[in-house]
Each structure stands twice: as C-alpha cells, then as structure tokens.
C-alpha cells in the first residue's frame, strides 16, 4: 500500500546512489525488509527500473511482441473479453520466471 498515494512513481527517479547501495544488497542477497521507511518509493521503484532495463532479455520476449500488439489492439478496440483471453496465452507461453516476473510487478502497480 506505501507509494499508493504517491504520483508518478515510476517517473520520479530515487537517489542514484540510494539505488545503487540497494542493487549491492540484492546482490550480496542481504535480507532486506523493504517496508522499512529507509527505502522510500522513488528508490524502489527506480531499482526495480534499474533491474527491468538490464535483463539479458526483456520480460515479454521481442518474438511476442507482435501477439501482445494485438491484443492491445483488442484492448483499444473495446473488446475487454478478447483483449484479456489474448493477453493470458500471451502470458502462458512465457516461461515461469517471466510469469512471476509479470505477476509481481502488476501486483507491485495495482
């Protein structure tokens, strides 16, 4: 629920060097407690940016594109049903840690 209230979260960058001593953290594979108000949104969310922007591979694979084109197409078109019925083969066919992937960050945006 932190950051529920805050505008544009994922515009408004944290502390690069905030973000940078979090990376090292998560890399070191620290236990973290990110509730604690030491790590405010904009560096949360800029970290969570920082990891997005250097995957090998993005979550939705460039040969998916395409379909989820579409289906937003669908989405534009105001045909929910079909829009949503793509977009979950979409997400079907990825490979489970890209799933898990996609279902945190929605979950982490709702």
Do not use: W
């Not at 973000?19 to 070191?28: A, E, G, P, Y």
């Not at 594109?65 to 669908?74: C, G, L, P, W």
């Amino acid at each position: 629920s932190r950051g529920v209230k805050s505008g544009g979260i994922y515009r408004i960058s944290g502390n690069s060097a905030s973000i940078q001593k979090l990376r090292f953290k998560f890399d070191k594979e620290e236990t973290l407690d990110l509730k604690d108000e030491e790590y405010d949104i904009n560096m949360l969310t800029g970290s969570l940016k920082l990891f997005l922007r250097e995957l090998p591979e993005p979550i939705i694979p460039f040969k998916q594109y395409a379909t989820v084109e579409s289906a937003i197409r669908k989405c534009d078109q105001s045909n929910g049903p079909e829009c949503l019925k793509t977009l979950k083969q979409v997400v079907a066919e990825l490979p489970e840690p890209k799933q898990i992937n996609l279902q945190v960050h929605h979950t982490s945006s709702c």
